[in-house]
């Protein structure tokens, strides 16, 4: 009996995602023992052209990581998926969109004039920006680049996705127990999140000294501090997203006196994990006076970077909305910011 | 769209102030403007901001909630964990592009009807000014669909038929 082939592709990731399937280390020579890797272009020689030769499902399970920017990738996203039976985003920015999710803040254009053009190390007197099509020559001959689309979405919001390892990257642990999984063929419903369903602080060697009522008077950043390597970190005044969080992980971050910064996503009862953790930090902060509330809440430098660092584009809004003038995260950006986020061009 | 726009405004009001206030000015006939699509909570501290996000995603151009005074929440603190966590929301929606005037927070207790009607053509009155939300682009929503949570919420929906026990799946919402 032929051996179950299965595929990893990569979209708008850093790599990291791949690292970690490497980091399975020996236990890798398991996996290479069990299915065939039939497509790995960061590893293998396979070609697009190989995948499309390929029978329909004919791929057990394909490990997709990164978010959706360009129409490249949502071609790849839609080839897999007809090819696969089980088709897994595998990372936090296949899963929710991750940190290059980030962007949504921003459209195409804003992206383009200061990546090419307005960055303080970029010279480009030309103006020169990509183009989707390039004509060579005399000969006529078109050379193109996939068209770069104004939101960056998730693999779910661009073809039906059967599971979901999350994490920057997923955990071994989380990867060995899925490839298992699907091996023996013991998969929960489609749809389902493979990591526990329970929060971070569950699973956190800090958990007992976290007191029964925190109570925040102070919001600290890591590099603010000396931080107590034993103390739960909230209790320290770091804003740690462990109580929003999904566990899983191992609790790498925290062993390592960083705060989580919810790279899991959030458990299957919460549909917007920002807001949820949000919520989470607002309600311990200890003050009833209007005014030092907002004093405290100040010392959250950008709020959306630190609650959607990994999930903005499966939030509720996905997207800034429009750019306020008044915004400011977009002070001091000219007028630039100030034109209004053109709509119609992301399907 | 040839009818002409009029301001949708969701309101969340803690059933034992501002709810009761409400009461209070439809009983004695204050007139206000009828923009506003009351939810009735249980506390102002009820009110997660998911519920103010989900709000402004599906169409409303503003999110009202209503609480009890400082100090006189039902729930002793309920109101303010209301205003941090408003606080703090405030600052989210505006950096997501959604004018912090579209989000307010009012202490309006029980007797205080005239306030309700005050406050409700206030609201009624800056979301006119601001005009439509209008999210330009259709928000992208998961292909596949959400696994129901093993420990599914179960609220009570109270129906003219009295109360229905309804499971809500996954969402949280």
Known sequence: ?347 | MSKEWEPRIVAFFCTWCTYTAADLAGISRMTYAPNARIIRVMCSGRVDPQFVLKAFADGADGVLIGGCHPGDCHYQAGNYKALRRYTLLKRLITELGIEPERLRLEWISASEGDRVQKVMNEMAETIRKLGPLRLERPLPQPLTSPVPSPQAERVRVRSERGAVPLTVSGSGL
Request: negative net charge.
């Open chain 1, 1 to 347: 009996m032929s051996k179950p082939k299965v595929g990893f592709y990569w979209c708008a990731s850093c790599g990291g995602c791949e690292e970690a399937v490497v980091d399975l280390a020996e236990d890798i020579l398991k996996v290479v023992e069990a299915v065939d890797i039939v497509f790995w272009p960061v590893a293998l020689d396979f070609k697009r052209s190989d995948v499309e030769a390929l029978r329909d499902g004919e791929l057990a399970a394909c490990f997709v990581n990164g978010a959706i920017r360009t129409s490249e990738q949502e071609e790849m996203a839609e080839l897999l998926r007809k090819k696969s039976q089980l088709l897994i985003a595998f990372g936090s920015c296949s899963h929710l969109g991750g940190v290059p999710g980030l962007a949504n803040l921003w459209d195409r254009q804003a992206i383009f004039d200061y990546v090419y053009k307005e960055a303080p190390s970029v010279t480009n007197p030309e103006g020169v920006v990509p183009q989707e099509q390039t004509k060579l020559g005399s000969n006529g001959y078109a050379l193109t680049l996939p068209s770069f689309r104004d939101s960056v979405r998730t693999l779910d919001q661009t073809v039906e996705v059967d599971y979901y390892l999350p994490g920057c990257p997923p955990p071994v642990k989380i990867i060995a127990n899925a490839v298992t999984a699907i091996l023996e063929n013991k998969l929960p419903p489609k749809g389902t999140v493979l990591a526990p369903d329970k929060a971070l602080c569950e699973e956190c060697p800090r958990k007992p000294t976290k007191p029964d009522k925190l109570a925040l008077k102070e919001l600290k950043r890591p590099h603010q501090t000396l931080i107590d390597p034993e103390k739960c970190l909230l209790a320290q005044g770091l804003l740690c997203l462990g109580p929003a969080t999904r566990s899983g992980c191992v609790v790498p971050c925290v062993s390592a006196n960083m705060p989580c910064t919810g790279c899991l996503g959030p458990t299957s009862r919460v549909k917007d994990y920002g807001a949820k953790a949000l919520s989470a930090i607002a309600s311990l902060i200890d003050s009833e006076d209007e005014r030092e509330i907002a004093a405290l809440m100040e010392q959250i430098v950008d709020p959306v970077g630190t609650f959607y660092r990994y999930s903005l584009p499966a939030s509720l809004l996905h997207r800034r909305i429009r750019n306020l003038s008044s915004s400011p995260a977009e002070a001091g950006e000219g007028e630039q910011s100030r034109r209004s986020l053109a709509g119609g061009a992301q399907a």
